[in-house]
């Protein structure tokens, strides 16, 4: 689908696999981007890359569509993503294989067949992959590669690896803030970001006091690089397990737990007469509600609470610093929750007590909620406590929600994508 209104500028940054000292020194001064949009057409010529993220929960395929006029631009993205993640085949890394190889027949069918080799194939893995055993991480990027290499495809030295959190929230940061139009030589601000993953979740943004960053815990809290002549110093950070997956393992106090086979973990966030299994990252539990009497907001609530508490830091300013977008799974659930209808993509504007609303809703009346997920009730307590408890975000704070923008993903694929073309003046 082709995006209507002006192309979207593109950032053209470092080389691949970014590490936060990188960022440090990293963007192109795009000053002169703007008067390449009125150059003649027949300076132009078409040109496509292909990002895949393998997230925790699933695999999803980019093919962006550039067209070079003397500077690029981007003009269309097709997405697909297909369940599980490539975590989920831990124990059976060809099958991993196999999903990447069925993906790569949507690049076929849209970029044409005299363009397949000189289109670069990326891939980067998320928290799913962070979270496995290094050398069954290893194995499942081996099968990727080998996929990779018997392409028809361009594929890059450092083509398949797992991503730093650090690296996902910062390029999610710049995804957005380009797709929004915050980032260009005539704009005074900039929109936060907050990404809920299935193992990890994200929060970036550009303070306006410094205090921000002087109270951050440490280094790894920050991020700078410069652009148009200015450094931009971010406030940014991923929780390695704290995405929505992992904080129901943590929840039902399963996450770690050996002796899966004749175990049940319970839960006051599910419904007292639920029992099932439920399966992440290639393993499979047993669980169910409580059986007791235990259920409703206020138990869910501070079951959820020992995820957040003392492990997510709340920044110095919230309030009136960014506009924030959140994506991901905040998305998902919120149209869930019937916040949001599922057909709006471009997502809309909910407060974090509409959340917290929702949330009693579902968990005081389980069962009138079975049909759309066991798992509402503890989903969006979670989602609540993470705002309010985690990052400190007062009820009224508003959020925009939002799935695409401008028909683009709302994620980081973009900026990761533009990670490779190279053309960049590193200061």
């Not at 995006?3 to 960022?23: E, R």
């Not at 002169?32 to 990002?51: D, E, T």
């Not at 975590?87 to 076929?108: F, I, W």
């Not at 704070?397 to 053309?423: C, I, P, R, Y």
Request: with cysteine; charged share 20%.
């Amino acid at each position: 689908m082709k995006s209507s209104g002006p192309l979207l500028l593109l950032v053209l940054l470092a080389a691949a696999g970014p590490s936060q000292a990188q960022f440090r020194t990293s963007l192109l001064d795009l000053s002169g981007i703007l008067p390449s949009l009125s150059r003649p057409a027949n300076h132009s010529r078409i040109f496509y890359a292909v990002m895949f993220d393998a997230g925790s929960t699933g695999t999803r395929i980019h093919v962006y569509t550039f067209i070079q006029k003397l500077l690029p631009v981007l003009d269309n993205e097709m997405f697909h993503s297909i369940k599980p993640g490539l975590s989920a085949y831990a124990d059976h890394p060809e099958t991993a294989g196999e999903t990447v190889r069925m993906l790569l027949k949507v690049a076929k069918k849209t970029v044409p067949r005299l363009d397949w080799k000189r289109t670069p194939l990326v891939l980067r893995a998320t928290a799913g992959l962070r979270l496995l055993p290094a050398a069954k991480a290893q194995a499942l990027l081996d099968q990727v590669q080998l996929v990779f290499d018997e392409s028809p495809f361009l594929v890059p030295d450092n083509s398949v690896s797992i991503m730093n959190g650090t690296s996902e929230g910062i390029l999610a940061w710049i995804s957005l803030n380009f797709l929004t139009g915050h980032l260009n030589a005539h704009s005074t601000k900039t929109v936060g970001i907050l990404d809920l993953g299935g193992g990890s979740t994200q929060i970036t943004f550009l303070p306006k006091l410094r205090k921000t960053i002087e109270s951050a815990p440490d280094g790894n809290y920050v991020a700078r690089f410069d652009f148009l002549n200015s450094t931009f110093e971010l406030y940014t950070h991923s929780y390695l397990g704290n995405g929505l997956m992992a904080a129901r393992l943590s929840t039902l106090g399963a996450l770690g737990a050996e002796g899966l086979e004749w175990q049940v973990f319970k839960s006051s966030c599910l419904p007292s007469k639920f029992r099932d299994d439920w399966s992440f990252g290639g393993l499979t539990y047993q669980v169910s509600g409580d059986q007791d009497g235990r259920a409703g907001y206020k138990h869910c609530y501070q079951e959820v609470l020992q995820v957040v508490k003392g492990i997510i830091h709340q920044p110095h300013e919230l309030e009136d610093s960014n506009v924030f977008y959140a994506f991901s799974y905040y998305f998902d659930r919120a149209v869930d929750a019937g916040l949001i209808s599922k057909y709006n993509v471009q997502g809309g504007t909910v407060r974090v007590r509409d959340f917290k609303k929702r949330a009693k809703e579902a968990c005081n009346k389980m069962t009138e909620y079975p049909a759309v997920s066991p798992f509402l009730c503890m989903d969006l307590t979670y989602i609540t406590c993470l705002l309010k408890d985690g990052f400190g975000f007062k009820d009224g704070t508003v959020l925009q929600l939002t799935k695409k923008v401008k028909h683009v993903e709302a994620s980081w694929a973009l900026g990761a994508m533009l990670d490779h073309f190279h053309n960049l003046k590193i200061h």
